[in-house]
């Protein structure tokens, strides 16, 4: 397995789901215009009017634009200082060359780390099992995965991906210092990239064997350290700023609500949908899908990849509000492979890729 500069070929074939992927959010779009325009209650429609950076995009380039501030309106929906800083300090970057606009930067850089995301997923996945087809409808699910809107807005969800398979490619390689510089960028950019650790523990613990030289293990132990301390250094950084190293964590746990026991959050969403609400049918709908992946790829990938995806489920479903549960299964790459694989003939995988 190795981690090099992708292929024409490995570009050649992401091209077309990454457009088509596109090509569903604009029609998104367009029909959501529509809707706004005939339904004479803009205050209902502001976010179709904030286009691409839009919710947590808006954020982004609050930060990108002004750093970091503890909000306007003493409210924890205010307050951007939960947002992890590596993406919009890359928009910062990259907006000396989109003549100081930030939002374009956010959204290129979704984009871009998006495309390259289904090229490093295809080789993973054939390197890893030897299967061109499996990998093409791995690339294919991933970029049609139901919540895969943020992966073309201005999130951060592409470029933490990004990092995340460039890092099991890198780790399966035993390159070890690329490996932790990975991790560690995957837990600068989103709070849930400390959940890596879990994972390249038991990569690291699986290649114990190829670690002779003390250099190597120094190595591999930093890249399991590397997610924890990508978390740190970001805390570290609001503690000397702020004073108080928790803002982060008390800002979401306002918003999240209180800590869950994730069977009984699954069992209310059950309760509540079938019952008195349907508002949380949709979060219902993708912890299914996410706990149908795990039994799936609990047989067919490797066991880091599985530990991956349950601890971030797990997280996932362990908070009272778990609206955001889609974005947490997309950064779950495995689930994309547990469905492609499942989808092993034309018509199933039409079918689901419809469906999704």
């Known amino acids: 397995m190795s981690i090099t500069w992708p292929r024409r070929d490995e570009m050649a074939e992401a091209l077309a789901p990454f457009v088509v992927a596109r090509l569903c959010v604009a029609a998104a779009y367009a029909a959501a215009q529509s809707a706004a325009a005939n339904s004479g209650l803009d205050s209902m429609w502001v976010h179709v009017r904030e ?55 956010l959204v290129v850089i979704a984009n871009v780390a998006a495309f390259f ?19 093409r409808r791995s690339m294919w699910f991933l970029a049609l995965y139901p919540a895969g809107a943020v992966m073309v807005m201005a999130y951060g969800e592409s470029l933490m991906l990004l990092a995340t398979l460039g890092a099991f490619l890198a780790v399966r ?5 690329l490996a932790a ?35 190597d293990r120094v190595a591999a132990v930093a890249t399991i350290g590397a997610a924890p301390m ?12 702020f004073g108080d190293w928790r803002l982060p964590i ?53 066991r880091s990849w599985t530990a991956y995806t349950v601890v971030t489920v797990l997280v ?15 950064v779950a790459f495995p689930v994309c492979v547990a469905f492609a694989h499942l989808c092993s003939t034309e018509r199933r995988t039409t079918a689901a890729l419809s469906v999704s």
């Open 173 to 177: 390689s035993r390159r070890w210092p």
């Open 51 to 105: 286009g691409l950076v839009t919710w947590d995009g808006t954020f982004y380039r609050t930060i990108a634009v002004d750093g970091y501030s503890l909000g306007s309106s003493g409210l924890a929906a205010d307050n951007p200082i939960r947002f992890f800083p590596l993406y919009p300090l890359a928009a910062r970057a990259l907006s000396l060359f989109t003549l100081g606009n930030a939002s374009i930067a």
């Open 316 to 330: 996932a479903l362990s908070s009272t509000n778990i609206d955001s549960i889609g974005r947490y299964g997309i």
């Open 230 to 241: 990508g978390t740190a250094v970001y805390l570290w950084a609001v503690q000397r700023r």
């Open 117 to 135: 995301c289904l090229v490093a997923l295809r080789r993973l996945v054939s390197d890893t099992f030897h299967d061109a087809a499996l990998a």
């Open 181 to 215: 510089a990975l991790v560690f960028a995957a837990a600068l950019t989103r709070p849930v990239g400390i959940l890596l650790a879990v994972p390249m523990a038991i990569e690291v613990w699986e290649r114990r064997a190829h670690l002779r030289s003390t250099r």
């Open 250 to 302: 008390d800002v979401q746990s306002e918003l999240r609500g209180d800590p869950r026991f994730p069977v009984t959050r699954m069992w209310d969403a059950v309760r509540l949908t079938l019952g008195e609400s349907q508002k949380d049918g949709p979060n219902l709908a993708f912890a299914i899908l996410l706990i149908v992946a795990i039994v799936v790829m609990a047989r067919v990938v490797p």
